[in-house]
């Protein structure tokens, strides 16, 4: 396996098998990821989008870890350099610039729910944030049971967070709402019975199964494979997916302008106090909600 141009990103093809395999290598920091590990991703997928010869790409997670979704040491550090105002503190990035990134970053979702290859993710450890959406947007999923997922930013960003169309198309209503509108964390385990992944299985076999489903996929021909994403694409987007593309980035980058009240938990500032481990510790304690007995 080689490195991309980002050496947090592994790139690897198997020409006999006609699979390409995408490794998140940033296990220090739970495979979460900045801009340029994301784009490094987005130039291997068209290298495989190119290649007439590989019919699937594996993504996965280095160390038994998928990914915790965006790096938040630097919540925004994703719009580039803030002004200074003053006082002497760092301004908000304005909306305009909010909007720009927003789009370029949801471009980068857009393209990998409708890749033309078939995409297969082997996912263990930890699939959050981002992590998560990559997850539900794989064409066939592998799931360990006690892998943790949700989207735990909409706590400290709001619910309108992620592919709102995607979520409720792939968990449904009630299950997206509740996941949205509480940032809970639950184990796969807990919807395998929803059928949300197409195989959740014990933590040792997800690589080898993985694999399996790799291997059966690409003996298809890539021809037809090709014709029918794009038809399943035109199907999703005519029932489920239509005013994805504008809607996601413009209620993320509306979403992470957020005014705070008294008593709400405001992690951008938590975090420029405490550190970014104190500020997750306080955020779970702020949650915290115990349930009746």
């Known amino acids: 396996?080689?490195?991309s141009t980002d050496e947090r990103v592994l790139f690897d093809v198997d020409?006999?098998?006609?699979?390409?395999?995408?490794t998140l290598n940033n296990p220090k920091q739970r495979n979460?990821?900045?801009?340029?590990?994301r784009e490094a991703v987005a130039r291997c997928l068209d290298r495989v989008a190119e290649?007439?010869?590989?019919t699937v790409v594996l993504l996965r997670g280095a160390?038994?870890?998928?990914?915790?979704g965006a790096d938040m040491n630097n919540a925004y550090g994703w719009y580039g350099e803030r002004d200074e105002r003053e006082d002497g503190k760092k301004s908000r990035p304005s909306q305009r610039r909010r909007l720009t990134v927003d789009r370029k970053s949801f471009g980068f979702y857009h393209n990998l729910m409708g890749f033309p290859k078939i995409t297969v993710g082997e996912i263990s450890g930890y699939a959050l944030g981002g992590g998560f959406e990559m997850a539900l947007m794989t064409d066939i999923s592998v799931i360990a049971r006690d892998t943790k997922i949700g989207m735990p930013a909409t706590r400290f960003l709001g619910p309108a967070l992620g592919s709102l169309h995607m979520f409720f198309h792939r968990l449904g209503p009630v299950l997206a709402r509740r996941m949205l509108l509480t940032g809970d964390i639950i184990e796969a385990g807990a919807v395998e019975h929803l059928g949300v992944f197409t195989d959740t299985c014990e933590p040792s076999?997800?690589?080898a199964r993985a694999r399996y489903w790799a291997e059966k996929a690409a003996k298809m021909p890539a021809d037809g494979v090709v014709i029918a994403k794009e038809a399943f694409r035109l199907v999703e987007q005519s029932q489920a997916y239509q005013g994805?593309?504008?809607a996601s980035y413009l209620f993320h980058a509306y979403g992470t302008n957020l005014q705070f009240a008294p008593g709400e938990f405001n992690f951008v500032k938590t975090r420029a106090?405490?550190?970014?481990?104190?500020?997750f510790r306080l955020r779970d304690e702020h949650f915290h909600v115990p349930e009746p007995e």
């Open 63 to 68: 160390d038994g870890v998928f990914s915790t």
């Open 51 to 54: 290649d007439d010869d590989i």
């Open 32 to 37: 979460s990821y900045d801009a340029a590990m």
């Open 273 to 279: 106090a405490h550190g970014t481990k104190e500020a």
């Open 205 to 207: 076999k997800v690589t």
């Open 15 to 22: 020409a006999d098998k006609r699979i390409a395999t995408i």
């Open 1 to 3: 396996m080689t490195a």
């Open 244 to 246: 994805e593309e504008v």
